[in-house]
């Protein structure tokens, strides 16, 4: 795979030595992040950081990614205040906003939105997350995330046990996951969830065509009870026709400490691409969890900023440059990491 230029749309675009390279950059970008050091790589870029859905922490991570790298972050939030309300086309769109900026990150509710935009923007572009298709950047921290949590207790990601928890259908984290995990060996898959939430048939067939095993559960105590890793996701209610339909579907599967001490094994390692919904009728992953030391879910959200600055190293061509102008910082640093 060639970085440099490209876009990032789907995660079908990476082989495992593709993920290899994202990886070994984002291991060098753990001083910068960690703020031990500053480097000034990426001066005088713009990233055009367009979210126009919900986000928290894929949108700061991005941008954090970049300013940590030396880059500006320009910020489009909302439809309601950019011309997309206005009728414009993501065509005209994309031509317009790619004058303004080196690289483009964008979230939108529509499938394949990303990609449309991409074909007319003349800047590389990165899917933050379009509809329930795909979250290529996300998926690659978790996979960064289950390789780091794996290696601690001396396994490899070839020959993992995943139970996928929850809202398997809409959520675009564990479609970019479970395709990711099919480059891999071995995999064995265990799929939580409702029948009307279960993951497509289309990402199943995949996996067992490469060889993995897939196994589909509604019980979630039984399908725990011999993974290594937890995915547990939210209902992705946005994605409902209505309130009511998403909320009958909330509070089915609900993580807390007493049932991990009960069915987990006790290195099994806790998973969710966040946001956690805590309200009371979800809580798919209770807070009395927060202490485990196998809760990895905060882990997950620093890999993120290594995962994006590797991203944003490759693609603008940079990742050999990092360390050129690097210095030790000057201000008190709270530990991080
Ligand atoms: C996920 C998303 O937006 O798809 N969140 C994220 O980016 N970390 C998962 C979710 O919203 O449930």
Excluded at 8 to 28: C, G, K, N, P, W
Excluded at 47 to 62: A, I, K, Y
Excluded at 98 to 120: K, N, T
Excluded at 276 to 294: G, Q, V, W
Aim: aromatic content about 8%; overall charge negative; some cysteine.
């Amino acid at each position: 795979m060639n970085f440099i230029g490209s876009h990032i749309l789907s995660v079908t675009q990476f082989d495992r030595a593709a993920i290899d390279r994202v990886f070994e950059v984002a291991d060098r970008m753990s001083p910068y992040a960690n703020r031990q050091k500053v480097t000034r790589v990426l001066e005088g870029c713009i990233l055009g950081n367009m979210f126009f859905e919900p986000s928290t922490r894929t949108r700061v991570s991005f941008g954090c990614a970049f300013n940590l790298l030396g880059g500006e972050v320009r910020e489009t939030t909302e439809i309601k205040t950019s011309a997309l309300a206005k009728g414009e086309s993501f065509y005209d769109t994309a031509r317009v906003l790619s004058g303004y900026s080196d690289v483009i990150v964008m979230r939108h509710r529509i499938e394949g939105s990303v990609d449309e935009f991409a074909s007319a923007s003349r800047v590389p572009v990165l899917n933050g997350g379009d509809g329930s298709n795909e979250h290529p950047s996300q998926a690659l921290l978790d996979l960064y995330t289950i390789k780091k949590e794996l290696a601690g207790h001396g396994k490899s990601i070839d020959g993992l046990r995943i139970a996928l928890i929850g809202d398997l259908r809409n959520g675009r984290a564990v479609h970019s996951l479970c395709r990711l995990l099919g480059l891999y060996q071995d995999v064995h898959f265990t799929l939580i969830s409702p029948p009307e939430l279960s993951l497509g048939p289309e990402y199943i067939a995949g996996l067992q065509a490469a060889g993995h095993e897939v196994v589909r559960s509604e019980k979630m105590h039984a399908g725990i009870s011999h993974a290594d890793i937890l995915y547990v996701t939210r209902t992705q209610e946005e994605r409902f026709p209505s309130q009511a339909e998403a909320d009958r579907y909330k509070g089915l599967f609900r993580l807390n400490q007493s049932i991990y001490t009960e069915y987990c094994e006790p290195n099994t390692v806790i998973m969710h691409p966040l946001p956690r919904d805590s309200r009371d009728n979800a809580n798919e992953l209770d807070n009395d969890l927060n202490e485990n030391p196998n809760l990895a879910i905060f882990r997950q959200t620093d890999n993120g900023v290594l995962i994006r600055m590797a991203l944003f190293a490759l693609i603008l061509d940079v990742a050999d440059q990092v360390d050129d102008t690097a210095r030790d910082v000057n201000w008190y640093t709270a530990k991080r990491f």
